[in-house]
């Protein structure tokens, strides 16, 4: 017997290129002729547009042997612009992914679009605000860790089956009693003729085993209409299996047009407009969040702000007594720097449980815990009412009973200033978590963030998982940073690859309870 080296199978595939091109041109041209008749089907758009689209993905990244073989360019000069309002696209009854920016209004445009149809078509809509559901959901699923399948009960086994996670997060959102029976009755009404709307996959993502594929895979097995929304920066936008929008921000003369709206006559708005003509600004404050801040800072006198960080570090100053001391008024009994920590505290215990949302008690313990050394428990307790009135920093949910601080960007800020202060937090423990990483790019605005790639290739840390979130840290960082930050991005990328190749060990309030579903004759819930 001898030793042999058996060489690869090879075969000689003929590629169909007239085809192929000739599949380019029906699309291209069927694209063009349906997208000048938008108004009379936008439905047969949207469905030439995905498919069109997916074509292109399998020629020109998907399958190595088309990509390698046939070079796709895209010809900026010659893009068909389609510009749509966001409701025309939502009631096509097309599936469909919102995309965008903190701030950019996703929630905003899907919580008005549910409301407009459920008054049109009763209990045609089942809304769920994934971040008030993430919460129990996550309690549910502690139930059972640790059980052997034999200790588990038959509840505990339905939360570990991942197709069950949306019908799941539908009974939360509804305030239903989760349990077997109310399962499969959820489960009998979801009806083609539902449209099922689940906002804010991002802040799930990490915290809700298994929600992106039971998302898919309801999408494939049920004919209602679905929408989802995410922010843009995620690592998972590949697997999810939509027909995506993305909500755009601002144009410089859709912004002027907004501030010219916002203010009366006067200096402050001049002023304002010519530095959006004139420098950056634009870029920093085209979202509707930051336009509408910013507009509210310099109409109460603050100064311009220069970025997003300097926007809600004003806004915080403003809410933490500045204004009121300008005009003479004194409303509080704390320091703004003791509110300050008190919100920071809170913001990023917040961050570290994976949720938006506490008890009054709960914020009470965390305030004390951490300012105990200035505060009795009393004055821990009078601080928080204050968080809430006058300073209006905390905001109560009458859902959930709880408090957030309502935009999530404002918890993201809060706990970039944590981050930027508490030297402890390692942040490489950080970067690979999708909820994580508003607050890391807001860091990234601040600080330099070099140490975290000089760490990453000092330890030899595995960053593939952490990509999206490096690139989005990089592209927060200011300009003149970006260039080094890249290169070392991209040696951190080579360290990884070079010392792992031998190892082969293979994240508005809307209370939407009453609409989409009728369940009056399962188990309600009073623990929710």
């Known amino acids: 017997m001898h030793a042999e080296i058996i060489p690869y199978p090879k075969f000689n595939i003929d590629l169909a290129v007239t085809d192929i091109l000739n599949r380019f041109q029906w699309y291209k041209e069927r694209y063009l002729y349906l997208s000048k008749r938008i108004s009379e089907n936008i439905g047969d758009f949207l469905k030439i547009a995905e498919e069109s689209l997916s074509f292109i993905h399998l020629i020109a990244e998907e399958s190595t042997l088309f990509h390698d073989n046939i070079n796709v360019q895209y010809c ?10 966001p409701e025309q696209i939502l009631n096509s009854g097309y599936d469909i992914a919102v995309y965008g920016a903190a701030g950019a209004g996703k929630t905003t445009t899907l919580s008005n679009f549910a409301i407009s149809k459920a008054k049109r078509e009763k209990n045609s809509v ?5 971040n008030r559901v993430v919460e129990i959901y996550k309690k549910l699923c502690t139930s059972s860790k640790g059980k052997t399948t034999e200790e588990k009960s038959h509840e505990d086994l339905l939360v570990d ?5 949306i019908f799941i997060c539908i009974l939360i959102s509804k305030e239903i009693l989760f349990n077997s029976k109310n399962l499969e009755l959820v489960k009998l009404a979801i009806t083609h003729e539902k449209t099922l709307i689940i906002d804010g996959l991002d802040e799930a993502y990490d915290a809700i ?6 998302v898919n895979k309801f999408k494939k097995n049920h004919r209602c209409q679905i929408i989802i929304s995410s922010r843009d920066c995620v690592k998972y936008l590949n697997e999810i299996d939509f027909l995506g929008i993305t909500l755009l921000p601002f144009t410089k003369a859709q912004l002027l047009s907004f501030v010219d709206k916002w203010f009366s006559d006067c200096e402050r708005k001049i002023d304002l407009l010519e530095k959006i003509e004139s420098s950056d600004l634009y870029k920093e404050i085209s979202s509707p969040l930051l336009a509408t801040i910013a507009c509210d800072l310099v109409e109460k006198g603050f100064n311009i702000p220069a970025s997003e960080f300097e926007i809600y570090e004003q806004r915080f100053s403003l809410l933490m007594g500045d204004y009121d001391k300008a005009k003479g008024i004194f409303r509080q009994s704390f320091h703004k720097k003791v509110l300050m920590h008190a919100a920071v505290s809170l913001a990023f215990e917040m961050h570290v449980r994976n949720t938006r949302l506490l008890e009054e008690k709960e914020c009470i313990e965390i305030i004390d815990k951490n300012i105990s050394r200035d505060l009795s428990r009393t004055e821990s307790s009078s601080l928080f009412r204050e968080m809430v009135d006058p300073c209006n920093i905390l905001f109560f949910d009458p859902l959930s009973k709880k408090y957030s601080f309502g935009h999530f960007r404002f918890q993201e800020y809060l706990v970039a200033e944590r981050i930027g202060t ?13 909820w994580w990483a508003g607050a890391l790019c807001l860091f990234a605005q601040k600080t330099d963030i070099t140490f975290i790639f000089e760490e990453a290739i000092r330890e030899d840390i595995d960053i593939s998982k952490s990509i999206t979130t ?3 840290m990089i592209k927060a960082s200011p300009h003149p940073r970006r260039s080094g930050l890249y290169d070392l991005f991209r040696l951190a990328e080579n360290s990884m690859k070079h010392y792992r190749i031998l190892d082969d060990s293979s994240s508005t309030y809307i209370d939407m309870v009453d609409y989409g579903i009728d369940l009056s004759y399962g188990e309600p819930n009073e623990d929710y």
Request: no cysteine; proline share 10%.
């Open 422 to 434: 508490d030297r402890n937090i390692k942040l490489t423990d950080l970067i690979s978590q999708t």
């Open 161 to 165: 089956d991942p197709d069950n996670a």
């Open 470 to 472: 490096l690139n989005q």
């Open 76 to 85: 900026e000069s010659k893009k068909e612009i389609v510009e749509l309002r």
């Open 126 to 130: 089942i809304y769920i605000p994934l």
């Open 209 to 214: 085993p298994h929600i992106l594929p039971s």
